[in-house]
């Protein structure tokens, strides 16, 4: 499965990013918990590289909590400082604005200092898809960013004062020009950061239910009601399996698997299936 997606709105959000970046104290990266290196583009480190950075671990309440341990510790490491989100609910959210402030501590004693109270202000950014704009939402109370399920919802800056003292730049989601390692793409695919409607949705899901068969088996097999050993069974075999479970059917009794792939990522998008991650920290 070659995954290339690269549409002409995020070469612009390239350039976006890169012309406003004099404008803010400190950037603030989100990365989706379930694909804590997938989801962070590699672009950032050197495009974001003369300001501050804080990386915010978001949807951690849909991430493995045993594997997302290791991804904090595994980032700290690198001398990043991490932050565990879950925007929906709301937890972690309040972390974001101290931890930025932190990081700039220096700077603004030095203008208070001088008699200066600037607000401090922050560059949201991230791929497509990890919940930017819910997060800024929540910081700010109201619903001052666009919200969707499907990558592409944020199209241009916008900058949302939340008080005297902070002031937040939202950028939209931006890839990078080409995934050098497949099984990136495919992880971000997984998770709904590239659009389904640009790729083979079967052949997808028959991806992610061989890497589930082989690292969360018993979290698949309940949730489908499997009660035959599926450890020899490839990916498209377990899907006709949970279609034929699921009753779909279309006429002539031929199994819909085009619905049974679409319910399997549903499913696993929303952790229906089990709190999950699609990868485990690189080795030292």
Not at 12 to 37: C, F, H, M, Q, S
Request: aromatic letters at 8%; glycine letters at 8%.
């Amino acid at each position: 499965m070659q995954l290339q997606w690269y549409p002409g709105h995020m070469a612009k959000t390239r350039r976006l990013i890169g012309e406003n970046l004099k404008l803010v104290d400190v950037v603030v990266e989100i990365l989706d918990a379930r694909v804590p290196y997938s989801s962070r583009n590699p672009d950032f480190d050197d495009m974001l590289l003369s300001k501050p950075r804080v990386v915010v671990m978001n949807k951690f309440d849909l991430s493995d909590e045993s594997v997302t341990k290791m991804w904090v510790e595994w980032y700290e490491k690198q001398g990043v400082k991490v932050i565990l989100t879950d925007s929906l609910s709301g937890k972690g959210v309040d972390k974001i604005a101290p931890a930025a402030k932190q990081t700039i501590s220096e700077k603004i004693a030095y203008d208070a200092q001088r008699g200066l109270t600037k607000a401090v202000r922050i560059m949201v950014v991230g791929i497509p898809n990890v919940g930017k704009s819910s997060l800024i939402n929540r910081l700010s109370g109201r619903a001052a960013a666009k919200t969707g399920d499907k990558p592409g919802v944020t199209r241009g800056k916008q900058w949302i004062r939340l008080n005297s003292q902070l002031e937040i730049l939202d950028t939209p989601g931006i890839l990078w020009p080409k995934f050098e390692n497949q099984e990136i793409g495919k992880n971000l695919a997984f998770i709904g950061s590239i659009r389904d409607e640009i790729m083979d949705v079967e052949e997808l899901a028959c991806h992610l239910l061989v890497f589930l068969r082989d690292n969360y088996k018993d979290m698949l097999c309940a949730r489908y009601k499997l009660d035959t050993d599926i450890s020899e069974l490839g990916g498209y075999e377990i899907l006709e399996y949970i279609s034929k479970k699921r009753g779909f059917v279309v006429s002539g009794g031929e199994l819909d698997t085009y619905r049974g792939a679409n319910i399997v990522l549903d499913e696993f998008r929303a952790a229906k299936i089990g709190r999950i991650t699609l990868e485990v920290p690189p080795q030292e």
